[in-house]
């Protein structure tokens, strides 16, 4: 029973493609994000939402383009790809009732863009 | 605005020896949350411990201590015994204390722990 689950786990792709990744909490968690780890393993937030309302919008292209259809659920649709967006997403989701239980994070999807 | 600061980029620790990995942080927030995460080769992110900063006695989760100062500012990670799979990246974050927060994340402290 995977808490946090993103798929796919590596997406090997041509510039100029289109692609998602898909992300699904069971957890019951009211908030969901989307991270990216560059090359050097800095973490930065995406996006985040709090029952499918967007609350955090970080300075990313518009190219990113998050939804969330249900307080389970947080895809990535990536249009136009190029070679900087190489890098590892993380889905992750934490609770409604504050700090002290971090978030839980999915295992990861390795962007690959060449 | 918040920042957390990592000055450790890599160590290479005996096994069984502890460890000390640290963490310092800015915040004009009163309260706070401070974690640390595990990010093995493998990929994954797992969450190890956390500090309030109201929390009067410092974190512990089994082998995993958190050396809370607050008037420094530091949140450091201790591990005790280290074992060869404690070999991973360690993040420090911190995040405000309400319900939809958001993590700042330090820059990472790659271990490794030599047999």
């Known amino acids: 029973d995977t808490a946090v689950s993103q798929t796919p786990k590596y997406l090997v792709t041509q510039m100029g493609n289109d692609k998602s990744i898909k992300c699904e909490q069971n957890?019951?968690?009211?908030?969901m994000y989307w991270y990216k780890q560059d090359s050097k393993k800095f973490l930065k937030i995406m996006f985040s939402y709090n029952n499918k309302e967007l609350i955090i919008n970080e300075t990313v292209p518009n190219r990113f383009s998050p939804k969330s259809p249900d307080k389970a659920h947080l895809n990535l649709h990536i249009n136009s790809l190029e070679l900087g967006d190489s890098a590892v997403y993380f889905c992750?989701?934490?609770?409604?009732w504050g700090l002290g239980y971090g978030y839980t994070f999915g295992s990861g999807t390795r962007l690959t863009v060449v | 605005a918040q920042k957390i600061t990592q000055t450790q980029p890599g160590m290479f620790v005996q096994e069984k020896e502890a460890v000390t990995l640290d963490c310092t942080y800015d915040t004009s927030d009163p309260s706070y949350g401070l974690f640390w995460y595990k990010q093995p080769s493998s990929g994954e992110m797992i969450f190890l411990i956390y500090q309030g900063s109201y929390d009067q006695q410092n974190a512990t989760e089994g082998r995993y201590s958190l050396n809370f100062q607050k008037a420094r500012k530091s949140a450091n990670l201790v591990i005790s015994a280290s074992q060869l799979g404690d070999s991973a990246m360690y993040f420090c974050a911190i995040g405000k204390r309400d319900s939809n927060y958001q993590l700042i994340w330090g820059a990472g402290t790659k271990l490794i722990i030599k047999p």
């Open positions: 992750a989701s934490s609770p409604p």
């Open positions: 957890l019951g968690h009211d908030t």
